[in-house]
């Protein structure tokens, strides 16, 4: 069984003989340094830290995974030695590899989530689905003497395949991604797992992800490049689409995890290489995934266009991922379109069908763990707190908000792990049948490759999924089911959100690529709103070649559901969080790197929409940017603007992105942040302490610059989380800022003239100021027709918790209650989980009280 050592990785150089191929047809990495039982060192005490908890899986041995929040210097970069063990029902202590998911806002504070992986056993008899647990150890040396106790073992490093998969990975071209063009052209991109996995230069299409003892995952990418030429000459185009490829090798393990995204979204940032050059709307036949023959490609969705393999010249198997459509018509996808799917590759079946079952395991998530939280104390008292956990206060790390989860004692578990199973197995059918539900929130059937979420419009109006957490259930049930219908809902708003924007080494394009020095100051040359507005276009979009979509147009080969998926808007910024939310869970229970990176982009879309900078060399300002807001603020400060829920749900995906980031991008963003704090903290009325003020007609008739309780109580959750992940203990200075900023602004839903006495409950809508930019705000009166006669009870319950816990005033327990309409906890935990999503941090607060 050989043993990897994973250094770095570097450019593979042998592309162009893998296209003409395919086209026709022991180490140590040790970095632990405890004594080895001499008299002198000291023993460490094991300190049982956690408890990670899973459905018990069909296979004895596996590697489990399980993301678990840290308190502040438990690990920090590096380590200095610190280790996690799991402890089964067997009593085995297993030494876990630890990767990092986020960290706290100051680097000095080291990770403050992490996901372990670990090769471990279950009892043999252990009925299939019965709940097993594993103690999570860990150990913090104490000076450099020391030893680890009898009983724990470290591993050296080296993560040990067996040979079967090293031969794979070591095989160069062994796997790649082909497709058709509507002419019959063939393109072709290698997956190089060769250099990924053993070479140690430096890749320039790739990352190591993961890299341990008992998992080592790179993300590798490629175009596909014109390999074999079809019937009609000269009819190429310069590439086809890309493909990011996240490869997991598990230690001990004869699988390969292999997930996928494809995309229409070259940026052309890079004048000098057409591999990036965008495509515009793109016909393709078919698209496969070629490996070697003799292996077998099993997929966590059945969908209808996923086909059958067949053997291909040259010792290959293509699996087509989207087969060609009967009849001869084409697929489209349209520019920026993206999907993705997720695979597991293994070897031919063995007698006893183990690689199977181990393939099984993987796509199906069997073996992931949740952490736990404390029992409750005997006799209903409140648990003592002692395990990592998300419910623990001092590990309290969940999505950028870090507050502590409510305990959900008070559901009964076995009834929402029925609940969370069938609404997977409903969604999962629906996908691998093509069939829509008839109604929200799946309206419609597979359009090819696409089975889109919700309807066409971006901006659908409604509370459906606008939520300020989510997951919480999934977290707290332990529910591997619920884990999986958060993938099939990511999987299918992915294919609905052709936002797409990647450079040529497969990194999201970012706003430092695209500012020019200007006269006055520097501008990007563009009009951009989490996609290209009217006006000039630095990507090439109006250059991309038509001449096959004209052939396909010409000959009627468009599919028929063509205009259907059309239709398909990309989530807009008003409603960026149906994104967001289901890519967050993945993250943050998962560490996933497919939604990790997904986010990420819509991170930087954000900061392309969102910025400081001119929008022309002759100065022009976008009235949705940073610019534009800094210039309002500028003329009229401490009155409120024009800032709501899209600059809520904007400044979130900055704040997933900086939870999540790299220490580099997170240094590279910071500035933006400053300016954002400036920006709320010079601009919120100083009377009243609203930050929105805004005229729309659909808000008191347009009549008055207002504000929509909505979209403060997203706002707040942004800059609470804001807070968290980026100031708290980092930079007192913007942190004081921000407090000040979220306490007016919490305190203004209770008081006048937001709150409503009669109504028990903040006003939906409430005039801010006149339209006259020169009249006074209303900061003690308000017009007859100034304010709604509804209140909102739906998004606004998390900010009386935020405001309480800023300012421990009894004023936002008060109003809590009122709008509770009864004592608040007994209110709260009788609504069980309904609109959990945004009562969230209020109900944990009223538990804690």
């Known amino acids: 069984m050989p043993c990897l050592k994973r250094a770095a990785i570097r450019a593979s150089g042998a592309i162009a003989a893998s296209f003409l191929l395919l086209a026709a047809s022991g180490c140590s990495n040790s970095t632990y340094s405890f004594e080895s039982g001499t008299d002198s060192a000291l023993t460490m005490t094991p300190q049982v830290v956690g408890r990670i908890e899973l459905a018990c899986p069909a296979v004895v041995e596996f590697p489990i995974e399980a993301t678990i929040p840290l308190p502040k210097g438990a690990w920090p970069e590096p380590s200095n030695g610190r280790v996690f063990f799991l402890r089964g029902p067997s009593g085995k202590n297993v030494h876990a590899q630890a990767e990092i998911v986020s960290r706290y806002a100051s680097a000095a504070d080291g990770a403050d989530v992490v996901q372990m992986i670990a090769h471990v056993d279950r009892p043999p008899t252990t009925t299939v689905g019965t709940t097993i647990g594993y103690d999570v150890i860990y150990f913090a040396p104490q000076g450099d003497d020391v030893q680890l106790p009898n009983g724990y073992q470290l591993e050296n490093g080296s993560l040990k395949l067996p040979d079967v998969i090293a031969g794979l990975l070591s095989q160069p071209g062994a796997l790649a991604v082909r497709a058709r063009d509507a002419y019959d052209n063939v393109y072709l991109g290698l997956i190089d797992t060769h250099d990924a996995f053993f070479s140690s230069g430096q890749l320039t299409s790739g990352v190591v992800l993961r890299d341990g003892h008992a998992v080592l995952q790179a993300r590798l990418y490629t175009v596909l490049q014109p390999a074999l030429a079809g019937p009609t000459p000269n009819t190429f185009l310069p590439h086809l689409f890309s493909v990011h490829a996240y490869v997991s090798a598990y230690a001990q393990e004869r699988v390969l995890a292999l997930d996928l995204r494809i995309s229409n979204g070259g940026s052309g940032a890079d004048d000098s290489d057409v591999l990036d050059d965008p495509l515009g709307r793109e016909y393709f036949r078919d698209i496969e995934l070629v490996i070697p023959n003799g292996w077998l490609a099993y997929s966590a969705v059945h969908d209808p266009f996923l086909g059958a393999g067949y053997g291909v010249p040259g010792g290959y198997a293509a699996i087509p991922l989207v087969a060609p459509i009967e009849g001869g018509k084409l697929h489209v996808m349209p520019s920026q379109a993206q999907f993705e799917r997720r695979l597991v590759i293994a070897p031919p079946p063995d007698p006893i069908g183990q690689d199977w079952q181990h393939a099984q395991m993987l796509l199906r998530r069997a073996n992931l763990a949740f952490c736990q939280p404390d029992p409750l104390q005997s006799g209903g008292g409140k648990p003592?707190?002692?395990?990592?956990?998300?419910?623990?206060?001092?590990?309290?790390?969940?999505?950028?908000?870090?507050?502590a989860l409510p305990r959900l004692d008070h559901v009964s578990k076995s009834a929402l792990l029925q609940q969370q199973q069938t609404s997977f197995n409903k969604l999962l059918t629906h996908l691998e049948s093509g069939a829509s539900y008839g109604e929200l929130p799946v309206p419609s059937p597979n359009l090819g490759w696409a089975h889109p979420w919700g309807v066409g419009y971006g901006g659908m109006s409604g509370g459906d999924e606008i939520v300020l957490w989510d997951g919480i259930e999934c977290a707290w049930s332990a529910s591997n089911s619920a884990y999986r219908m958060f993938e099939l809902v990511h999987r299918m708003n992915t294919d609905r959100q052709p936002v797409a924007l990647y450079d040529r080494d497969g990194d999201p394009t970012r706003i430092e690529q695209w500012v020019l020095q200007g006269p006055h100051g520097p501008y990007v040359d563009m009009f951009f709103y989490m996609t290209l507005k009217p006006g000039n276009d630095p990507f090439g979009f109006d250059k991309a070649p038509k001449f096959q979509e004209q052939y396909v147009q010409a000959n009627g080969l468009a599919p028929d559901w063509e205009a259907?998926?059309?239709?398909?808007?990309?989530?807009?910024?008003?409603?960026?969080?149906?994104?967001?939310?289901?890519?967050?869970?993945?993250?943050?229970?998962?560490?996933?790197?497919?939604?990790?990176?997904?986010?990420?982009?819509?991170?930087?879309?954000?900061?392309?929409?969102?910025?400081?900078?001119f929008n022309s060399i002759y100065d022009h300002v976008s009235d949705t940017s940073?610019?534009?807001?800094?210039?309002?603020?500028?003329?009229?400060?401490?009155?409120?603007?024009?800032?709501?829920?899209?600059?809520?749900?904007?400044?979130?995906?900055?704040?997933?992105?900086?939870?999540?980031?790299?220490p580099a991008w997170r240094?590279?963003?910071?500035?933006?942040f400053d300016q954002i704090v400036d920006l709320v903290s010079n601009g919120q009325s100083s009377c009243t302490g609203i930050l929105q003020s805004y005229a729309y007609e659909k808000i008191l008739e347009g009549k008055?610059?207002?504000?929509?309780?909505?979209?403060?109580?997203?706002?707040?959750?942004?800059?609470?989380?804001?807070?968290?992940?980026v100031y708290r203990d980092a930079d007192a200075l913007h942190a004081t800022q921000l407090k000040a900023v979220l306490a007016m602004s919490t305190t203004s839903m209770t008081s006048f003239p937001a709150w409503s006495e009669a109504l028990d409950g903040p006003l939906a809508q409430v005039a801010v100021s006149p339209l006259d930019p020169s009249l006074p705000p209303f900061c003690d009166w308000l017009p007859y027709d100034g304010a709604s006669n509804w209140v909102d009870d739906f998004q606004t319950w998390s900010s009386f918790a935020y405001g309480y816990e800023l300012t421990k005033l009894p004023v936002f327990l008060v109003r809590a209650q009122q709008m509770a309409k009864g004592p608040l906890l007994q209110k709260m935990q009788a609504a069980g989980t309904a609109n959990l999503g945004n009562r969230a941090a209020l109900l944990r607060l009223a538990q804690d009280l």
């Open 384 to 403: 003592s707190e002692t395990l990592w956990s998300w419910w623990n206060a001092d590990t309290a790390r969940y999505f950028p908000q870090r507050h």
């Open 564 to 613: 259907a998926l059309a239709l398909y808007e990309p989530h807009d910024q008003q409603h960026l969080v149906r994104y967001l939310r289901a890519a967050q869970v993945l993250a943050w229970l998962g560490n996933d790197a497919l939604a990790k990176d997904d986010l990420l982009m819509q991170a930087e879309l954000v900061r392309l929409s969102y910025h400081p900078y």
């Open 626 to 662: 940073l610019k534009f807001d800094q210039q309002t603020v500028a003329a009229h400060p401490h009155s409120g603007f024009d800032i709501g829920r899209g600059e809520g749900w904007a400044f979130q995906a900055l704040n997933i992105a900086y939870a999540l980031g790299t």
């Open 667 to 672: 240094s590279s963003t910071k500035p933006l």
């Open 704 to 725: 008055y610059h207002a504000r929509q309780s909505i979209e403060q109580a997203i706002l707040e959750n942004a800059l609470w989380s804001m807070l968290e992940t």
